[in-house]
C-alpha cells in the first residue's frame, strides 16, 4: 500500500515537472507551471499586507508567513489555548494586569475579576527571573527597588512584563549562561535612565496625550518591531490611515476636475506593461522630434507636458545606451514608451506630486513645498518624486507601475551632469544659484529611499553599499559647512530674500536627513557610519512654522518672532549641540535651547547616540567608559521632555496643525514618523545597559569574546540587508512595554 502511494507521489510531482510555465507575471515576465503559484508570487510587486496580527499590528502577504509569526508573537498563544496574562477587564481596558486575583486594578476599583484560566499563584517576577539556588537575587531586587518598577500596575502594557534576557527558548532568543548572567545583572544594576523613562510615559498625561508621542498607539518599541518588521514605505513610516490616503486621492480628482474644465478621466486603473503592449501605440514609429506634436490633445495646454516629455528622453536615454553594470534591464519599444508617456502623463505627474506631498512628505521634509515649482524644477527630480508617490498611492496599480520605472529613474540622477559637477561652494555664494544641485541631491536621496523600502534585495544592497555612499561624497564635496544661515533676525524685510532662506534650509535639511539615513544603515542594518558627528558643523533646522509660511512676508515674521536676533540658534551648530549633550554637567539654558530645536533636531540628535554607541561595541580597547554616552542619554530625555510639556496640538512653531482632525489639504503639515524619536532613544538606552552588563560579567568572570562572538549579544552580523537581526533584538526588548 505505501509502495503504491509513494509511486503515485512521484508519478504526479513528474507530471507536474513537464508542465509548461504557462503562467507568466505581468510585471517582472517571470514564468510559472502553477496559476497559484503565480498568484503568489504577484503579491511580491504590491504593498498589500492582507493578513495581519491581532496583538502586535504586525501584517504580511502570505498567511503561512503570519502562521509561523503568530508562534513567537506575544500574542499568538492566547488565541491558539495557550494561557493569556491579563483579566478579562484589563484586556477590555488595555492596562497591565498584575495576574494575582484579583488583581491589583479589578481590586483597588471594587469589581470582580475574572481570567479565562486561573493564574499562576507566583509572582510574575519569579517566572521572568531564573532565581539562583541560595535566592540572593531577590534580595537584591527587593533592594534596588526593581521589583517595584517591574510590577507597576500604572504602566501601560498589554502583555506580562519580563525580563529581555529571560526569554524561554521557544523563539529567536534562547536562554545561554551568558543570558543568564546578564538577567541577574540586570536586576543588580537597574539603569535609572530607562526606569525613569518607563515612569515618565506611564505617570505623564502631558506626553500621553501629546500628538508627538502617541502611548496608547506606539508602546515601548511597538514602532521599531512595526518598523523592523514589515517593508514597504507604506507599512514601515507614518504615511496616515488608508481612509485619509483616499481622501486626498478624492481631493485630488476635484481639483483636477476644476482645471481641467472637463469631467476628469480617472488614472486609478494605470495601464501595466502588458496591458499597454496590447492597446493602440501611441507613439508608435515616431521620432523624438515629432513626439510633442502626437501627443494627445488635452496635453498640449498642459504646462507639465514638457516635463513629461523631458523624462520620456532621460529614461529612453538610460534604457538604449546602459552603462556596464547597469540596473536596467528594459528594452526599449513603442509599447515601454508609451507606458513611460503614461505613467509620467501630466494629469499623472500632478496625481503623484499630491500624493508625494499629502503622505510622503511630512516623513522626510527637505523640499520647500511654498516655492516648489515642478515645472522649472529639474526633471530628474520631479520624476523621482512622482515615483515615490506612485509607491504610497491608495490605488494598488500606481504601487505596481511605479516598480517598472525603479532603476529607470535610479540611473537618469545618478549619471545626472549636476550631481557629478565638481563645483566649488561657499557660505558667502548666493544660494540661489546652488538649487539645480540641491534639487539633484534631493533626488538622489529620494532613489534611495523607495528602493531601500520598496525595491528589490539586490536594489537595496546596491543602494546601501554603492549608491548612498556616493551621495554622502557628493554632500561632502558641496561641504556640511555651507549649510548655514544668514542671521535674517538682524535684517529689515526689505533686505530678507525668502529664496535664499528656503535654499539655505533645503541644504541643512537635505545633510540632517543623509545624516539620519546614514543612522539608520547603522541601526537596522549594522553598518559603520559613513558620516561622523565632528563634521556636523551646520545649523540646526528652522522651526516648521518658518519652513512652512507661504509667503515671504509670512516667513519673516515667524523667524523674528521664534528666532529673534539674540537666539543661541545662530550661534548654535548640530555638532555643539550633541557635544552638549555629552558633557557632565547640562545647564538649564542648554536644555531650553535643544528642547526648542524641534522634533526634528531632536530625532537627529537621538539617532546620532547610535553611532557613539556603534562605535564603542565594535572598538576592542577595554579602556572605553560609557559615561559619555549615558550622559548624552539622561540630557536628552531631559531635553525632550521639556519640549513634550511646552507642545500641544496644532501650536506654532513645531506643530503647525491639528493632528486629530485633518484635512487634505492640510496633511503636508503633519509631523512625520520623527514623532516617534523617543523610541529610537530607549532603544539606545536598552542597548547601552546591556553593554555595560556584558562589560561587567566579562570583566568580573574574566571572560573574553570567541572567535564566532559568541558573547557578543548585540548584533554580530554586519552590512545587512535583511532587518530580522535588529528585529530579534527589539523582540527581546519588547518586554519593556510601557
Not at 518598577?149 to 527558548?169: N, Y
Request: negative net charge; contains cysteine.
Amino acid at each position: 500500500m505505501a509502495s503504491e502511494v509513494l509511486s503515485s507521489s512521484l508519478r504526479s510531482e513528474q507530471e507536474t515537472t513537464s508542465l509548461p510555465a504557462r503562467y507568466q507575471c505581468p510585471v517582472c515576465l517571470k514564468r510559472y507551471k502553477r496559476r497559484e503559484h503565480l498568484f503568489r508570487h504577484t503579491s511580491s510587486h504590491t504593498s498589500e499586507r492582507p493578513y495581519r496580527c491581532d496583538s502586535c499590528d504586525g501584517s504580511f502577504q502570505r498567511a503561512d508567513v503570519l502562521k509561523r509569526h503568530l508562534r513567537t508573537c506575544d500574542g499568538g498563544s492566547s488565541r491558539s489555548g495557550g494561557r493569556r496574562r491579563a483579566c478579562d477587564r484589563c484586556v477590555r481596558q488595555k492596562k497591565a494586569c498584575s495576574a494575582h486575583q484579583p488583581c491589583q486594578n479589578c481590586s483597588r476599583k471594587g469589581v470582580a475579576c475574572f481570567y479565562p484560566t486561573a493564574p499562576e499563584p507566583d509572582d510574575r517576577l519569579s517566572q521572568a527571573v531564573s532565581r539562583s539556588s541560595d535566592g540572593s537575587i531577590g534580595d537584591s531586587v527587593q533592594q534596588n527597588g526593581a521589583s517595584s518598577l517591574l510590577t507597576d500596575p500604572t504602566i501601560q502594557s498589554d502583555s506580562a512584563i519580563q525580563l529581555p534576557w529571560a526569554q524561554q527558548s521557544s523563539g529567536a532568543f534562547a536562554t545561554s549562561p551568558l543570558d543568564n548572567l546578564l538577567s541577574r545583572s540586570f536586576l543588580e544594576s537597574a539603569s535609572p535612565t530607562w526606569q525613569d523613562y518607563l515612569l515618565l510615559a506611564s505617570e505623564s498625561h502631558v506626553l500621553r496625550d501629546n500628538p508627538l508621542l502617541d502611548i496608547g498607539r506606539s508602546q515601548s518599541l511597538r514602532f521599531l518591531d512595526r518598523f523592523t518588521s514589515n517593508t514597504g514605505l507604506v507599512l514601515s513610516f507614518d504615511c496616515g490611515t488608508q481612509e485619509q490616503r483616499e481622501s486626498v486621492a478624492s481631493q485630488l480628482e476635484v481639483e483636477s476636475r476644476q482645471e481641467i474644465g472637463q469631467p476628469y478621466a480617472s488614472n486609478s486603473t494605470a495601464l501595466g506593461l502588458q496591458a499597454v503592449a496590447d492597446s493602440p501605440p501611441l507613439l508608435d514609429n515616431l521620432s523624438d522630434a515629432s513626439t510633442i506634436d502626437c501627443i494627445p490633445i488635452n496635453w498640449l495646454c498642459d504646462p507639465l507636458s514638457l516635463k513629461t516629455h523631458e523624462i520620456l528622453l532621460l529614461i529612453e536615454e538610460v534604457v538604449t545606451i546602459k552603462p556596464r553594470n547597469s540596473s536596467v534591464t528594459l528594452d526599449w519599444s513603442s509599447a515601454l514608451k508609451n507606458a513611460c508617456l503614461q505613467f509620467f502623463s501630466p494629469a499623472n505627474l500632478r496625481r503623484f506630486l499630491g500624493f508625494y506631498w499629502a503622505i510622503w512628505h511630512p516623513n522626510v521634509n527637505f523640499i520647500h513645498r511654498p516655492s516648489f515649482d515642478p515645472i522649472s524644477a529639474k526633471p530628474a527630480l520631479v520624476a523621482a518624486m512622482a515615483t515615490i508617490g506612485a509607491c504610497v498611492s491608495p490605488e494598488m496599480p500606481d504601487n505596481e507601475d511605479a516598480r517598472t520605472w525603479f532603476n529607470c529613474v535610479e540611473e537618469i540622477v545618478f549619471i545626472d551632469d549636476d550631481f557629478n559637477s565638481n563645483a566649488i561652494y561657499s557660505t558667502s555664494n548666493n544660494m540661489s544659484i546652488h538649487r539645480r544641485k540641491i534639487q539633484v541631491l534631493q533626488a538622489a536621496y529620494i532613489v534611495c529611499l523607495y528602493q531601500n523600502w520598496e525595491g528589490t534585495d539586490s536594489s537595496k544592497s546596491r543602494i546601501r553599499r554603492n549608491r548612498f555612499a556616493t551621495l554622502v561624497s557628493t554632500a561632502r564635496d558641496i561641504g556640511i559647512t555651507t549649510a548655514t544661515h544668514l542671521n535674517y533676525a538682524e535684517m529689515g524685510r526689505h533686505d530678507f530674500e525668502w529664496k535664499e532662506y528656503a535654499t539655505r534650509e533645503e541644504l541643512i535639511r537635505m545633510f540632517t536627513w543623509i545624516f539620519l539615513f546614514d543612522t539608520a544603515f547603522v541601526i537596522f542594518n549594522n553598518l559603520p557610519p559613513r558620516m561622523v558627528i565632528k563634521e556636523m558643523k551646520m545649523h540646526l533646522a528652522t522651526p516648521e512654522s518658518c519652513f512652512q509660511a507661504l509667503t515671504a512676508d509670512d516667513c519673516y515674521r515667524e523667524i523674528q518672532t521664534h528666532l529673534p536676533s539674540g537666539n543661541a540658534y545662530w550661534s548654535l551648530s548640530f555638532r555643539g549641540a550633541f557635544e552638549a549633550l555629552a558633557k557632565d554637567t547640562f545647564s538649564p539654558s542648554m536644555r531650553q535651547i535643544i528642547a526648542a530645536s524641534g522634533p526634528l533636531n531632536l530625532f537627529a540628535l537621538t539617532s546620532a547616540i547610535h553611532s557613539q554607541i556603534f562605535q564603542y561595541r565594535s572598538s576592542v580597547s577595554s579602556s572605553q567608559n560609557l559615561t559619555p554616552i549615558r550622559n548624552t542619554l539622561q540630557n536628552w530625555c531631559d531635553s525632550w521632555q521639556l519640549f513634550a510639556s511646552t507642545s500641544s496640538t496644532g501650536t506654532p512653531p513645531h506643530v503647525t496643525i491639528d493632528d486629530t482632525n485633518i484635512s487634505p489639504q492640510n496633511m503636508w503639515k503633519r509631523i512625520g514618523f520623527c514623532r516617534y524619536c523617543p523610541e529610537f532613544w530607549l532603544l539606545g538606552s536598552l542597548m547601552t545597559e546591556r553593554l555595560a552588563l556584558l562589560g561587567d560579567i566579562q570583566l568580573g568572570n574574566d571572560l573574553a569574546p570567541d572567535e564566532d562572538g559568541a558573547f557578543d549579544p548585540i548584533l554580530n552580523q554586519y552590512d545587512q540587508t535583511s532587518m530580522q537581526q535588529v528585529n530579534n533584538l527589539i523582540f527581546g526588548f519588547q518586554t519593556f512595554q510601557l
